[in-house]
């Protein structure tokens, strides 16, 4: 229940607020214990750190000050050998100094918890960044090709710029199971044993925009989300080109859309005719090809409702191929 949640949330913060404004001392004990544990060599010797740390509490406080740090040093200890740092460890440290009153081995399941959820979040960030970093990737490849997963897998790993530990963990298993969960693929197949799939390019152009759309509306100030700064290599890899779409480049198309012819101009100010469908106010160039061949599909399906269009290769050597669905 989200209510009863938010409730004990509520709870639990106004007891560390109201636990502090008691305790201020323990929040002055922590930041010269902080102080003393990474001067020293950056020790990891607990005898060596409590020995510095509580000499200068002797030096610099009252009696009463210097018996509460020493107490606090095993306290301390254990949550700084946590390894919890900045603003993780600034949020669960109320929860760890309630949890050291309630006793040592609700201190210890309380970190342990806290490291888990730490963990967990790493690892949803890292999957994150890369399920956008794929995004990206296959946002910028052709529509309707026919690719080998190894050879997609190791691109993106060159891409992607993984350092050896995770490069492991990217694998043609992997990449095949992203595809499927982010439902990338138009179709798939196997040949001579290995694992070929046709991407879905413009769902991933779409996803990839929404994305940097919802990171753009999460600025604080528009300003700042107007200028942001990226090298030429960062701004290389999001360039896209302002060109036509393609009809190849939509899922499906209606048999009964619009269908535009119109005379323009090109760079040298000549005429060129060309002929394209609109949708969602994008235009679509349609090849005189595709119609040619959308003629002889309607020859034996008349009733033909709708289709899509595959393309392969470049320049002189692309093909079209319409696929009735």
């Given at each position: 229940?989200?209510?009863?949640?938010?409730?004990?949330?509520?709870?639990?913060?106004?007891?560390?607020?109201?636990?502090?404004?008691?305790?201020?001392?323990?929040?002055?004990?922590?930041?010269?214990?902080?102080?003393?544990?990474?001067?020293?060599?950056?020790?990891?010797?607990?005898?060596?750190?409590?020995?510095?740390?509580?000499?200068?509490?002797?030096?610099?406080?009252?009696?009463?000050?210097?018996?509460?740090?020493?107490?606090?040093?095993?306290?301390?200890?254990?949550?700084?050998?946590?390894?919890?740092?900045?603003?993780?460890?600034?949020?669960?440290?109320?929860?760890?100094?309630?949890?050291?009153?309630?006793?040592?081995?609700?201190?210890?399941?309380?970190?342990?918890?806290?490291?888990?959820?730490?963990?967990?979040?790493?690892?949803?960030d890292v999957?994150?960044?890369?399920?956008?970093?794929?995004?990206?990737?296959?946002?910028?490849?052709?529509?309707?090709?026919?690719?080998?997963?190894?050879?997609?897998?190791?691109?993106?790993?060159?891409?992607?710029?993984?350092?050896?530990?995770?490069?492991?963990?990217?694998?043609?298993?992997?990449?095949?199971?992203?595809?499927?969960?982010?439902?990338?693929?138009?179709?798939?197949?196997?040949?001579?044993?290995?694992?070929?799939?046709?991407?879905?390019?413009?769902?991933?152009r779409k996803?990839?925009?929404?994305?940097?759309?919802?990171?753009?509306?999460?600025?604080?100030?528009?300003?700042?989300?107007?200028?942001?700064?990226?090298?030429?290599?960062?701004?290389?890899?999001?360039?896209?080109?302002?060109?036509?779409?393609?009809?190849?480049?939509?899922?499906?198309?209606?048999?009964?859309?619009?269908?535009?012819?119109?005379?323009?101009?090109?760079?040298?100010?000549?005429?060129?005719?060309?002929?394209?469908?609109?949708?969602?106010?994008?235009?679509?160039?349609?090849?005189?090809?595709?119609?040619e061949q959308?003629?002889?599909?309607?020859?034996?399906?008349?009733?033909?409702?709708?289709?899509?269009?595959?393309?392969?290769?470049?320049?002189?050597?692309?093909?079209?191929?319409?696929?009735?669905?």
């Amino acid at each position: 229940d989200d209510d009863e949640i938010k409730e004990v949330v509520s709870r639990v913060s106004r007891v560390c607020s109201v636990f502090f404004q008691v305790h201020k001392e323990m929040l002055n004990s922590w930041n010269k214990y902080v102080k003393y544990r990474y001067i020293n060599n950056n020790s990891t010797n607990t005898t060596t750190t409590q020995k510095v740390y509580t000499n200068n509490s002797t030096n610099n406080s009252t009696n009463n000050s210097t018996n509460n740090s020493q107490d606090f040093v095993e306290l301390f200890d254990k949550i700084g050998n946590s390894r919890l740092i900045g603003r993780v460890l600034e949020l669960f440290f109320p929860l760890f100094i309630m949890a050291h009153y309630c006793g040592d081995d609700i201190l210890i399941e309380v970190i342990k918890i806290s490291q888990t959820i730490v963990s967990e979040k790493k690892e949803e960030d890292v999957t994150e960044n890369r399920h956008v970093s794929l995004l990206e990737f296959i946002s910028a490849r052709d529509p309707g090709i026919w690719e080998k997963i190894t050879d997609l897998t190791n691109q993106f790993k060159n891409f992607y710029e993984v350092d050896e530990e995770e490069s492991k963990l990217i694998n043609n298993k992997w990449f095949g199971r992203a595809l499927k969960r982010l439902v990338l693929k138009v179709d798939s197949r196997k040949v001579l044993g290995k694992s070929e799939v046709i991407l879905d390019t413009l769902k991933a152009r779409k996803q990839f925009r929404l994305f940097r759309i919802k990171k753009w509306k999460l600025k604080p100030n528009w300003k700042e989300a107007t200028q942001v700064k990226m090298n030429i290599k960062e701004f290389a890899k999001s360039y896209e080109p302002q060109k036509m779409k393609l009809i190849s480049d939509l899922d499906s198309v209606k048999s009964t859309i619009e269908f535009k012819t119109e005379t323009r101009k090109d760079r040298e100010n000549k005429d060129y005719l060309i002929n394209f469908i609109v949708i969602d106010g994008v235009e679509y160039r349609v090849p005189i090809s595709v119609v040619e061949q959308l003629k002889v599909v309607l020859e034996t399906k008349p009733d033909l409702e709708t289709f899509k269009v595959s393309k392969t290769g470049e320049g002189m050597a692309t093909k079209y191929q319409v696929i009735p669905l």
